[in-house]
């Protein structure tokens, strides 16, 4: 099961961002500031991946820690590891942004800001630490085709759909579905195999 | 139709956000009729899309993005904070002591104005009581004085006569050290506002009738009053008149007497 990649075997802990999260639903500033401190450079690295732009970058980081803070509560620690959750919750406002800028009216419904409702364990983030698991990611996308790696990051950072991934590369559909499925299998396999 | 397999292959490109409308349509649509398998394998295809963020180099946003947040996030925690200072800084046991402290002083405050009342009630009472005995004692002495003139030989009687057919006859004694006792049954009540006033005539030729008590008979029409000081010695004084004044007395008689005595 890929799920169990996130498994820890091992003796549970809490993680320091389980602690956090605990105090931020007391709206506690110091725990809010050392939740910031901890994932404002994994956040503000992707959405500035997907703005391209320093200053709107910085608003869209801002807007997502805002909403941490009001919304704290609706991030629930059973439901999922929380860098994940601030992730995608970071990716949707970004992508919002985009397209806002752009005026692309394409939708995006199939992206909602809450995590997977299946069950991970909480500890997830001991079984591999985050500096680790970005280098693991980064080694495991590095070592797709180019075409798989173009096609998925046009999708996860552009929020480009498999036709206009197709368009943009001229190249068939089919083709662009095939190169995003199995370069995501890939990195699938590789993410499990690391643990 | 499509079966579990072929939606299976959907679901990475779902969770990405990379479907086409139809396909996300059709895939929707399965999903809601509660396909455990296929749930749990989306959850994780978007377990394993988020796992893309890392690919974004990590970047260091500025100090000022920091400062604003945190600046904000001070600005909305400010309602959360605002407890009463003095909740926050005194330890719950000097709390709940001060709150004791202040009841107890309250009830101490209401237990001191209640014991002051009764206080206040007790001395009316026996205010009123000592009153009470002093007024019986007062009569007392009244009574014997008025026996021992009435019962002393050397008392001097004065039959005081009712004027213009008077139905009451009133007998008085005199005592020459004692003074003058009048007794009298079935006396009129004075008209309102008037009391019967008591005159000593003096025997000096042109002398003025002297002014003496005001008195009023009680409702059985008795009548008993003791002039201890006359105003004239008893061989200086003519006669013994009553006339009605109004309420408070006159310095001199403003009606004709009611009864006269002469003092023999």
Not at chain 1, 6 to 26: C, H, M, N, Q, Y
Not at chain 1, 42 to 55: E, K, T
Not at chain 2, 71 to 88: D, I, W
Request: hydrophobic share 40%; glycine share 4%; net charge positive.
């Amino acid at each position: 099961m890929f799920l169990a990649a996130f498994t820890s075997s091992g003796p549970r802990e809490v993680s320091p961002d389980a602690t956090l999260l605990l105090r931020l639903l007391k709206k506690d500033v110091g725990a809010f500031e050392q939740l910031y401190d901890r994932h404002a450079r994994l956040v503000y690295g992707l959405v500035l991946r997907i703005l391209q732009h320093a200053s709107t970058s910085e608003e869209v980081v801002q807007d997502v820690f805002l909403q941490l803070w009001r919304n704290a509560a609706h991030y629930d620690s059973s439901r999922g590891p929380f860098v994940p959750w601030l992730c995608t919750l970071a990716r949707n406002r970004a992508l919002d942004q985009l397209r806002l800028k752009s005026e692309r009216q394409r939708r995006r419904e199939d992206q909602p800001d809450r995590l997977p409702s299946v069950v991970v364990a909480p500890d997830y983030e001991n079984a591999l630490d985050e500096k680790r698991r970005a280098e693991h990611v980064r080694a495991l996308m590095a070592s797709l085709t180019p075409q798989q790696k173009k096609a998925i990051e046009m999708a996860y950072f552009e929020g480009l759909s498999h036709s206009e991934i197709a368009a943009a590369l001229k190249q068939p559909l089919g083709t662009v579905k095939s190169w995003i499925r199995n370069g995501l299998l890939r990195l699938k396999e590789g993410l499990r195999a690391a643990t | 139709m499509k079966n579990c397999d072929q939606f299976r292959e959907l679901l990475e490109g779902y969770a990405l956000g990379a479907l086409d409308p139809e396909e996300r349509t059709a895939l929707e649509a399965h999903l809601a009729t509660n396909c455990p398998d296929c749930a749990k394998a989306l959850e994780e295809a978007r377990l394993l899309v988020s796992q893309l963020a890392y690919v974004a180099p990590e970047a260091a946003p500025s100090d000022v993005l920091k400062g604003r947040l945190m600046q904000s996030v001070r600005a909305h925690s400010e309602p959360q904070l605002q407890m009463p200072p003095r909740a926050r800084l005194i330890p719950i046991w000097l709390q709940a002591t001060l709150a004791a402290l202040f009841l107890f002083s309250m009830y101490s405050a209401w237990n001191a104005r209640r014991m002051q009342k009764e206080i206040r009630e007790a001395n009316a009472r026996a205010s009123e009581l000592l009153s009470e005995r002093q007024k019986t004692e007062q009569q007392l002495v009244m009574a014997k004085r008025e026996a021992m003139i009435m019962m002393d030989p050397t008392s001097v009687k004065i039959d005081l006569w009712g004027k213009d057919s008077h139905p009451a006859q009133l007998e008085a004694k005199w005592h020459s050290k004692l003074g003058v006792c009048v007794m009298g049954e079935k006396v009129p009540m004075p008209a309102a506002n008037h009391v019967l006033q008591v005159w000593f005539i003096p025997k000096a030729p042109g002398s003025k009738p002297m002014p003496s008590m005001m008195v009023v008979p009680d409702a059985d029409g008795k009548l008993v009053f003791v002039v201890s000081n006359p105003p004239e010695p008893m061989d200086a004084t003519k006669a013994i008149a009553i006339t009605e004044e109004p309420a408070g007395g006159s310095p001199w008689p403003t009606s004709t007497p009611l009864w006269v005595g002469n003092v023999t």
